[in-house]
């Protein structure tokens, strides 16, 4: 068992937790996730690391699913059953030159590490974070510190610029030379992200999470089509080249779970 250390709030729907989890945090890295399962009738949910101590995970989770909604009334001191990780294969971490993040909703959370982790690495780090509306924006202050230039964006234009992550993207095409793009958060937004930069031949890195239940590649539920091959999210992934991703199979895959999916979970 793992027990909760710390829970905050951070909007109507998005929930911080801090794990004990020592064994996990010595061995995490940027881009790696845990699968957790609440109790012993659970099913197994994936959760993107969001940081990490000596002795402690966090993961940001959004309440929509069963487990995620149940996970977001535990509190302080409740322990969950199962957490295994870190399990994915970590972000590949050099110094690019100038890299743009690109969060969208909880995806905030996910590029945190790999934004201080490339900046860490001298990169010149450019995070764009997004969101429907300023009530939905999370971790800005995290991030102004992960990064050296931060964009903030949301539909209604409640905080930031009005507009799309997409627009602030090829704003920042325009002044700069990009030698990387980092997206995670809703698939849509990924897949746009990756057409948008596809032109410039920017080389765009994106975070794939269909539905999982194993995590080690053995069940074949996270199955995606990249450069016309079957890989596994869970193993292979969850980081993919944007441009190589079949988004349409990727999407319909999903669509075709939207009756129990839990996979916006991990974000």
Not at 135 to 160: H, N, P, Q, R, V
Not at 164 to 175: H, S
């Amino acid at each position: 068992m793992s027990k909760i250390i710390d829970k905050k709030q951070l909007n109507e729907n998005n929930f911080e937790f801090k794990i004990h989890a020592p064994e996990i945090a010595k061995k995490a890295h940027p881009g790696q996730f845990i699968i957790i399962r609440l109790d012993e009738k659970g099913e197994r949910v994936p959760m993107t690391i969001a940081d990490w101590d000596l002795d402690s995970i966090t993961m940001v989770v959004t309440a929509t699913g069963d487990t995620s909604k149940q996970l977001s009334q535990m509190n302080v001191d409740d322990n969950i059953l199962d957490l295994a990780g870190p399990l994915g294969t970590p972000a590949v971490i050099k110094n690019y030159g100038t890299v743009v993040l690109i969060g969208g909703g909880s995806g905030t959370a996910a590029i945190h590490p790999e934004a201080k982790a490339l900046k860490a690495a001298g990169n010149k780090v450019i995070t764009i974070i997004g969101a429907r509306s300023k009530d939905l924006l999370i971790w800005e202050d995290k991030m102004k510190l992960a990064t050296d230039e931060l964009i903030t964006i949301t539909d209604d234009g409640s905080s930031g610029k009005k507009g799309l992550v997409t627009d602030a993207l090829k704003e920042v095409m325009l002044r700069e030379k990009i030698d990387l793009v980092i997206a995670i958060g809703p698939v849509i937004m990924m897949k746009f992200v990756s057409l948008t930069t596809l032109d410039k031949k920017i080389p765009t890195t994106v975070s794939l999470n269909p539905i999982m239940v194993d995590g080690i590649g053995m069940c074949g539920a996270c199955r995606v089509t990249v450069n016309d091959e079957t890989k596994f999210a869970c193993s292979d992934g969850p980081e993919f080249d944007g441009h190589a991703v079949d988004w349409d199979n990727l999407i319909n895959r999903n669509t075709s779970f939207n009756h129990r999916c839990t996979c916006n979970d991990k974000q």
